[in-house]
């Protein structure tokens, strides 16, 4: 059995590298130096909280939030 979660990939301007941010389960972060290394160690972090949401006895959430993306321009 597989799923999908949407994923934030946000890069990071101080330290270099991507944060990653799953907003169907609350708290789920993570990050890496490479793209590629930011998306292993999300399905990473996604297991252990499934993992951990199983072992507390709690249900997996059924979908992911909506979201919308886009921009907007502010005078400065």
Known sequence: MSRRFKIILEWNEDG???T???PALPGCVTE???LE??????REAIAGYI?????KGL???QNDPPM???EIE???
């Open 16 to 18: 270099g590298g991507y």
């Open 37 to 42: 290394e930011a998306l292993n160690n999300a």
């Open 59 to 61: 249900p997996l959430p």
């Open 20 to 22: 990653v941010t799953v």
């Open 68 to 70: 919308f993306f886009g």
């Open 51 to 55: 993992e951990a949401l199983s072992l």
């Open 74 to 76: 502010v005078s400065l």
């Open 32 to 34: 890496g130096d490479t």
